[in-house]
């Protein structure tokens, strides 16, 4: 074996320790990518290097467990209940007391042209822009459009100093085949690698009514998409109604979650569809017990609580809102206004 000096062993434990860091932050799916951006762990190479990439450090601190960080949810709001009056939505969400906001691509006919002003309107009222609701992606569409119409998208969520990209699919009304969920996941992936190249990661949206209805449909999604380029956007409430349990999600996917959507669901007997979404605590989704679950994960990351009407339009939706809000801080004992 190749002698290796103390010098080339700490410049390659720098390199070890910044694959370890690519591993634990994208996920072990890009683990291979890891290595081929670090370079070679082969000593005589190591040695040979220009510089460390880490400065010299104390060997003792191996002798220190490393705690984990703990749990860190952050609150934002959809604007979907709000039809389409978006700067309602902005005005009332951050009345409400939700530091972030979500929004749908209804808002690209108003502001695509002047992303600038939109991000200013959000800085106005202290809003971070969580996501762009994208719209949905079809296996069936032109694949070069397709992707250009999302990485469009993204370009526009960058502009506005948002975070994120949310993708639903199109469920083809026609019976599945294994090659439809293969070529999701790959026209999901050349979607994320671009959305990736402007800084604006790539959430999937598990809906009732998609291709990623049920649980071993969304397995199935995610197995064929790169993890390196397409996350997971859970939502809680279709995962339930869909035939999952959200907190065995949690804790399948925790690696993988980008953020959340949290929501409740109600059955609604001799309706269609048979379900309708509620505000959180009045339906069937153990939403005390996801949020537990993401506790116990250590989730650091975005909440996006939805729904998508007010359920018989008894309420606004800022009173909506509140209603929501009032149970993440006094069931589930987290606050939602952090400033």
Request: aromatic letters at 8%; one cysteine or more.
């Amino acid at each position: 074996m190749t002698p290796i000096s103390r010098r080339a062993f700490l410049r390659q434990l720098g390199v070890t320790a910044a694959v370890s860091s690519s591993w634990r932050l994208a996920g072990a799916g890009s683990l291979e990518a890891g290595f081929l951006e670090a370079g070679t762990l082969d000593p005589a190479i190591s040695a040979t290097s220009a510089a460390p990439l880490y400065p010299p450090m104390d060997l003792s601190y191996f002798d220190t467990p490393i705690t984990p960080a703990p749990s860190d949810i952050r609150f934002a709001y959809a604007a979907i209940t709000w039809g389409g009056h978006n700067l309602e939505a902005i005005a009332d969400i951050a009345a409400a007391g939700y530091p972030g906001i979500q929004l749908r691509s209804n808002i690209l006919p108003d502001y695509a042209q002047r992303p600038s002003a939109l991000k200013d309107e959000l800085a106005r009222h202290h809003l971070t822009l969580v996501a762009l609701s994208s719209g949905n992606v079809s296996i069936d569409g032109e694949e070069a459009q397709e992707i250009a119409t999302h990485v469009s998208h993204a370009q526009f969520v960058r502009d506005c100093g948002g975070l994120y990209l949310q993708c639903i699919d199109t469920r083809p009304k026609r019976p599945l085949a294994s090659e439809n969920y293969q070529r999701l996941g790959r026209l999901l992936t050349e979607i994320g690698k671009r959305t990736a190249d402007l800084g604006i990661p790539l959430g999937y949206h598990n809906h009732m009514n998609s291709m990623g209805e049920r649980p071993e449909e969304v397995d199935r999604i995610l197995e064929a998409a790169d993890p390196r380029y397409v996350k997971l956007e859970l939502d809680i409430a279709h995962y339930q109604q869909g035939g999952g349990d959200p907190l065995h999600a949690i804790t399948r996917y925790a690696d993988r979650l980008l953020f959340m959507h949290i929501k409740d669901v109600e059955n609604r007997v001799g309706s269609t569809p048979p379900y309708r979404f509620v505000e959180l605590g009045r339906g069937r989704v153990d939403v005390k017990g996801a949020f537990a679950a993401l506790q116990e994960v250590k989730f650091r990351g975005w909440a996006v609580v939805e729904l998508d009407a007010v359920p018989d339009n008894a309420r606004t939706p800022k009173e909506s809102a509140l209603i929501n809000r009032k149970y993440l801080e006094d069931v589930i004992g987290l606050r939602v206004d952090r400033t």
